[in-house]
């Protein structure tokens, strides 16, 4: 039996099956028997990448059942082909303009209701991490200085590094949420596989360099005026260096259910996490006295149970998350060329990060600890201005690439996350800086410590406010795959950066003058990624989409 199938101009794609492909005739159809119409086709659209059931509108009545009538001429069949003519393809024209109309006049209040109650789930999801190493600071901070000052150098060879990674995490969601708009699940799995051979290959790697390398590489970050660091430092890096294969094939699980605009299942696994980490920081630091080591075990246990959860809420989907497979060379190709921007990106701002840190060490325990405390409330606030940047990831590429492009609408966008992050930023500046200047207690009673946290509030609120509005302003840029320019302003802002580092390290300015280089940073990303985004050249102005580049979009 042959079909013709309705082809509905701009909206419908046809998926990978060959039945679902418009066929055309060069005459009549032979004879014609059907004992009923389908009462339910499957039509993909574009818009939101789901499937649509359109019931088909045939009582029992009209069933097509006719044991002697065939078609008797081309024309007659012809006529009745279930094909849109020319007037009906110019109505649904007009109907997606006013649709696009309608989206470009959405008032800008509606459109940041929408972007809040898709970032609330979001935002527990990037809270989880800083949070485990906050409560290990603040647990730590009440029993020792000493340890307190080691979590520093500690910190940075376990969270700081493992953001290198990140890029491994972004390629995931864009690979699967990618591959799921065409509906092939085969295709979903095989990448997922792929992805966690990358993810449990890194991490091994990383496990081993831990191993055999982690104390000499804390040596070389400490320096010799901080030996006495060391072995604390050492014991935190060890015990947490168990954890990296679990905690990269997690980063993977959990990008993959993003792909799949499932954010609750991620955010339960760490949610228990956190709760796990709390509990045993408590337990085994201030009851059992395991001091720093302690913290170690609980945030490695709780990053374990975080991995098995994620990969439990996968295989729930249908999904097999235990599946490893060894990467083609394509597959390795269409990796690197998303993940290597994205590589330099992450790099240059965790070294960044790192560096201050590294320049802290060299000031003595005190400002090692003051620092330590500040920056990971830095990393706790920075957080919550993620979700902008996933937003723009999400929403973006349908208005600059897609079916129903519309730049005005992209540009609304921004402007939205743009009050979003001004509002969000001031926020988050206020209340950051207040826990350290009216409740230092928390992390510690020394109060040589809490005079040099104090030194550091007002760059600290500067750097801070300006957060949430370069998250959103990036993350347009990934929306939009200008992938070369952000590599290549990250990589400049962190040469220029290391550099002002090394002036006022070099002239004495203390932890302050350390700060002051990350509010410079801060603000030259933010002020390099408008005017990109400004550009009359620029991803949101531009009408000069080449063909060509969209196919390239769409392969990777």
């Excluded at 699980?253 to 228990?272: C, I, R, Y």
Aim: hydrophobic residues 50%; contains cysteine; glycine residues 6%.
């Amino acid at each position: 039996m042959q079909v013709k199938t309705l082809a509905l101009a701009h909206h419908f794609v046809s998926p990978p099956n060959p039945i679902f492909r418009r066929q055309h005739f060069s005459h009549a159809p032979p004879h014609f028997r059907c004992s009923f119409f389908p009462s339910k086709l499957c039509v993909f659209t574009p818009n939101n990448h789901h499937s649509r059931f359109i019931t088909a509108c045939t009582s029992p009545s009209q069933e097509l059942v006719d044991d002697n009538q065939e078609f008797t001429s081309e024309n007659e069949s012809k006529s009745t082909s279930l094909s849109l003519s020319k007037e009906e393809e110019d109505e649904e024209e007009k109907v997606v303009e006013v649709k696009r109309e309608d989206l470009a006049n959405q008032s800008v209040w509606n459109q940041m209701k929408e972007i809040l109650m898709f970032t609330g789930p979001a935002t527990g999801l990037w809270i989880c991490g800083p949070l485990m190493s906050l409560i290990d600071t603040a647990v730590i901070g009440q029993g020792s200085s000493i340890e307190l000052a080691a979590l520093g150098p500690g910190t940075v060879m376990c969270d700081s590094m493992s953001y290198i990674f990140m890029f491994l995490s972004i390629a995931t969601s864009n690979m699967v949420a990618t591959s799921l708009t065409r509906q092939d699940r085969n295709e979903v799995q095989h990448q997922i596989s792929v992805l966690l051979f990358v993810g449990l290959a890194c991490g091994i790697l990383m496990l081993l360099f831990t191993k055999f390398f982690g104390l000499r590489a804390l040596t070389a970050f400490t320096g010799a005026k901080n030996a006495h660091i060391l072995p604390a430092a050492n014991t935190y890096v060890q015990i947490r260096g168990l954890a990296w294969p679990a905690v990269l094939i997690g980063w993977v699980t959990q990008s993959a259910s993003l792909g799949m605009k499932d954010s609750w299942g991620p955010l339960k696994a760490l949610a228990v996490a956190s709760a796990i980490n709390g509990i045993g920081d408590v337990i085994l630091c201030r009851f059992l006295g395991y001091g720093i080591a302690g913290a170690a075990w609980a945030t490695m246990v709780s990053q374990v149970v975080a991995a098995y959860m994620m990969i439990d809420t996968l295989n729930k989907k249908g999904f097999n998350a235990f599946a490893v497979l060894v990467p083609s060379p394509n597959d390795l190709l269409a990796i690197f060329e998303l993940a290597a921007p994205l590589f330099v990106m992450m790099i240059s701002k965790v070294a960044f990060y790192s560096l201050i840190t590294y320049f802290a060490t060299s000031m003595g325990t005190y400002t090692l600890a003051a620092h330590q405390v500040m920056i990971q409330t830095f990393m706790m606030c920075t957080v919550w201005g993620e979700p902008l940047s996933q937003t723009a990831q999400s929403f973006m590429p349908e208005f600059i690439y897609g079916i129903n492009r519309n730049l005005p609408k992209a540009q609304m966008l921004l402007k939205s996350l743009g009050i979003i992050g001004v509002i969000l930023g001031l926020l988050l500046g206020v209340v950051g800086t207040s826990v350290p200047w009216l409740f230092p207690n928390i992390f510690t009673p020394d109060q040589a410590i809490v005079q040099e946290m104090h030194k550091v509030l007002v760059p600290f609120f500067t750097a801070l406010a300006v957060t949430p509005c370069i998250l959103s302003l990036e993350g347009t840029l990934l929306a939009g795959r200008d992938l070369k320019f952000i590599s290549l302003s990250m990589s400049g802002c962190f040469t220029l950066g290391a550099l002002v580092l090394l002036l006022v390290s070099s002239r004495g300015y203390g932890l302050p003058g350390c700060w002051y280089a990350l509010v410079g940073f801060q603000w030259a990303r933010f002020f390099l990624a408008l005017q990109r985004l400004l550009s009359p050249t620029g991803i949101l102005f531009s009408e000069n989409i080449s063909q060509h580049k969209l196919e390239k979009l769409t392969a990777a």
